[in-house]
C-alpha cells in the first residue's frame, strides 16, 4: 500500500500522485503546480533564486517554518507539511506583505529574477519575529547569507529588511487552523509512495528503519538532500528506491551529559548551530559561514558527515573536537571514532544497512585552545578552499595534545599528525607554530582546482597554523571577525 504527497500549498489541501519521488519542489511548483513566482538560478542550492517557506508541527504540536532550497527538494519531502511560495504572501484583500512593501519602496529589486527567493528569506525572518522586537542588522545579515545577487543590489534589499518592521510582524488570521490540517496528514505509519516503479519511504523510527533497509538493500539514504539533491539536478541520476531519515525523532535529540555534548544525526545545522556555539563559542564564524541558511535548514548533521566529502566544513571540526560517531544498523548499533570513519575519497566505515545516528563530542577543557577557520573566495555562502580546526590542550605554555583538522587538503577530511607531532610536548611560541607549519607539506599534497591551487592551499595551512598562534598567545590575542 503506498500513499499520496499530502501537503498544504498555501492554504489549500493538496494530493499528489504519479510523479517521480526525485521530482524536485521547484520542477513542480513551475510545472504541475502552476506557482511560476518561484525561479531556478543554479539547480544546486547556492543562489537562494528558489527559496520557499515550509511549515510543519513540532514534537510538541506547536507550528514551525524554515525556508530552503526548492531546487533540491525532493517533493515527497513535502508530506505532512505547509509550502508557502512568493505568491502566497499576499493579504486575503490583496494588500502586499510588509517585506513585499518594503521592496517595493526602497527599490529592492533590479533584473528581478533573484527577489522572490529575497522576499522569501525576508519573510520567514518576518515571521520568525512575530511578537518579538526587531532582529539586529547581524542577524539580517546572516539571514540573507544563502541568497545572492547578480545585480548587487544588496543595500536597498538589506534596506527593505530592516523597513519590512515598520510593520511589526503578527499572526496571520488565514493560518489560524494550519496546525489542525497538518494534524490530519499524520499517519500511523512511516510514509510509503510509489509512482513508475520507483519507491520513496520514510520510516517514523529506527526499528521501522531497520526493517526498510533490510527489505531494501539498495536504497539509496535521504538526509537533507542537499547534497543528493544534485546527483539528481546536475548528474541526471535515478534512484529506484530512497529511504528519508527525515520523519525519525530519534535522530533529532540534543542532551548534554556531564563529559558530552549529544547530537542527532537527523538534526539540521540551523538546530545544531545553538548547542555547538553555547559548549564551543570558538565555532560561531565557521557555522556562520557554513553554507546558507536554506542549505542549513536542510542539510543534516550526518548526511555533511556521511557522504565523506573532502570539503565538508563540519568533518574537520568534529575531528579537531575528538568526537565519536553512533552508528545504527541492521545488524545493531556501535560506536566509531571519527577519525576512524574516513577511509577513501567518498568512501566510509559504514557497513551495508547502517547510518550514522548520533555524533558524540566530548566538552571543552579549561586548558583547551580553539579556533575555526574557513578560507573562501567568497565569505557568505561558498565552498571553502581550506578548512582548518585547530584544538590544543596546554599544560601551562606546553603542548599537551593537538589536533590539527583540515579539509580541501586531500582525498578525505584530516587531521595533520606530522604537524601535530612537532607541537606536542613544546612550548607554544611562534617558532613551534612555524615547525608545525613547515611539516605539513608531509601531511597533505593538495590538488589545485576551480577553487585554489595546491600551491595555495599548501601556504594558506601552514599559516592558519602562526594565525591560530597570534590569536591565542601573540599580540593579537583578540581575533576580528565580519560577524560579532
Known sequence: MTDPIRFLLGRKPVEVSGVAPTTTVLEWLRGDGGRCGTKEGCAEGDCGACTVVLVERGADGALQSRSVNSCIQFLPTLDGKQLLTVEDLKAADGALHPVQAAMVETHGAQCGFCTPGFVMTLYHLHRTYTGKLP????????????????????????????????????????????????????HDHGFVYEAGGRKFFAPSNLAELALVLAANPEARLLSGGTDLGLEVTKA???????????????????????????LGAGLTWTQAMAPLVT????????????????????????????????????????????????????????????????????????????????????????????????????????????????????????????????????????????????????????????????????????????????????????????????????????????YG
Open 135 to 186: 532582529p539586529s542588522r547581524e542577524t539580517l545579515d546572516r539571514a540573507l547569507g544563502g541568497n545572492l545577487c547578480r545585480c548587487t543590489g544588496y543595500r536597498p534589499i538589506l534596506e527593505a529588511g530592516a523597513k519590512m518592521f515598520d510593520t511589526p510582524a503578527s499572526p496571520d488570521p488565514r493560518d489560524a487552523n494550519v496546525a489542525n490540517l497538518l494534524a490530519a496528514f499524520k
Open 236 to 262: 541526471q541520476r535515478d534512484f529506484p528506491v530512497l529511504v528519508s531519515l527525515n520523519e525519525i525523532a530519534e535522530l533529532k535529540r540534543i542532551a548534554r551529559t556531564a563529559t558530552h555534548l549529544e
Open 279 to 482: 559548549t564551543f563559542p570558538a565555532l560561531d564564524e565557521l557555522l556562520a559561514r557554513f553554507a546558507g541558511p536554506p542549505v542549513r535548514n536542510a542539510g543534516t548533521i550526518g548526511g555533511n558527515i556521511a557522504n565523506a566529502s573532502p570539503i565538508g566544513d563540519s568533518p574537520p571540526m568534529f575531528l579537531a573536537l575528538d568526537a565519536e560517531l553512533e552508528l545504527f544498523g541492521t545488524k545493531g548499533a556501535r560506536i566509531l571514532k571519527l577519525a576512524d570513519f574516513f577511509l577513501d575519497y567518498r568512501k566510509t566505515a559504514l557497513t551495508p544497512g547502517e547510518i550514522v545516528a548520533g555524533v558524540r563530542v566530548p566538552l571543552p577543557r579549561a586548558e583547551t585552545k580553539l579556533a575555526a577557520y574557513k578560507v573562501s573566495k567568497r565569505f557568505d555562502d561558498d565552498i571553502s578552499a581550506v578548512c582548518g580546526v585547530f584544538a590544543l590542550d596546554l599544560d601551562g605554555d606546553v603542548v599537551k595534545a593537538a589536533r590539527l583538522a583540515y579539509g580541501g587538503m586531500a582525498a578525505i577530511p584530516k587531521r595533520a599528525a606530522k604537524a601535530e607531532a612537532a607541537l606536542i610536548g613544546k612550548k607554544w611560541t611562534l617558532d613551534a607554530a612555524n615547525a608545525a607549519g613547515a611539516a605539513i607539506a608531509q601531511d597533505f599534497a593538495p590538488l589545485s582546482d576551480m577553487r585554489a591551487s595546491a600551491e595555495y592551499r599548501a601556504k594558506v595551512a601552514a599559516n592558519l597554523i602562526a594565525r591560530f598562534w597570534h590569536e591565542t598567545a601573540g599580540t593579537a590575542a583578540t581575533r576580528v571577525v565580519r
